[in-house]
C-alpha cells in the first residue's frame, strides 16, 4: 500500500499548482493557504508536500472534528505519526468526575512540539491562541515558528 501512496503523492506533486506550491516553499514563503478544496482532498495535498519536502508541516483546522479527520487522513496516507493540539478543556464540574485524558494528550502534543519531534501537527486555531502553545512552537527547530509570537 505504501507504494501505492507514494505513486498518488508523486502524481499530485507533478500537478502544475501543486509544483507552484512547492516552489514557494522552497522561496521561504510561508505560511501558506490552501482553500476551495474538500477535507480529503486538503489531505492528500498535504501529504504530497510532506512526501516531497520532507518538512515539518503545522496544518491549521477551523474546528476539532476537522483536525481530528485530517490527522486520522494524513496519518492514513503517510504512516506517520500525527500530533494534536487543541484548546484547553476548561474544567467546570467537581474533579470526581473528570477525564485527563484530553489534558495528557495536549501536554504530550506541547512537549513533543517543544522538542521538535513533532514534524506533522495538526491544530485549531484555538488551540494555538494560548501561550504553551506559542513557546512550545518558539522552542522548538524553529521550522513552525519563522518569527517570535
Not at 505513486?7 to 506550491?21: D, F, G, H, I, Y
Not at 516531497?52 to 496544518?59: D, E, F, G, S, V
Not at 495538526?122 to 522548538?140: C, E, I
Amino acid at each position: 500500500m505504501a507504494q501505492g501512496m507514494n505513486k498518488l503523492n508523486e502524481a499530485l506533486a507533478s500537478l502544475p499548482e501543486v509544483r507552484e506550491l512547492l516552489l514557494s516553499l522552497d522561496a521561504g514563503t510561508s505560511p501558506i493557504a490552501v482553500s476551495g478544496l474538500s477535507g480529503v482532498h486538503r489531505a492528500q495535498l498535504t501529504a504530497a508536500v510532506r512526501h516531497k519536502t520532507q518538512r515539518p508541516l503545522l496544518i491549521v483546522c477551523a474546528d476539532e472534528n476537522e483536525a481530528n479527520r485530517m490527522a486520522g487522513d494524513l496519518h492514513e496516507l503517510l504512516g506517520e505519526d500525527v500530533s494534536l493540539l487543541f484548546a484547553r478543556e476548561w474544567q467546570l464540574r467537581d474533579r470526581v468526575f473528570a477525564s485527563h485524558g484530553w489534558e495528557q494528550q495536549r501536554i504530550g502534543s506541547l512537549c513533543s512540539l517543544a522538542a521538535g519531534k513533532a514534524p506533522i501537527l495538526v491544530a485549531t486555531v484555538d488551540g494555538l491562541m494560548h501561550a504553551p502553545a506559542r513557546r512550545a512552537a518558539r522552542r522548538g527547530d524553529g521550522h513552525f515558528a519563522r518569527r517570535p509570537l
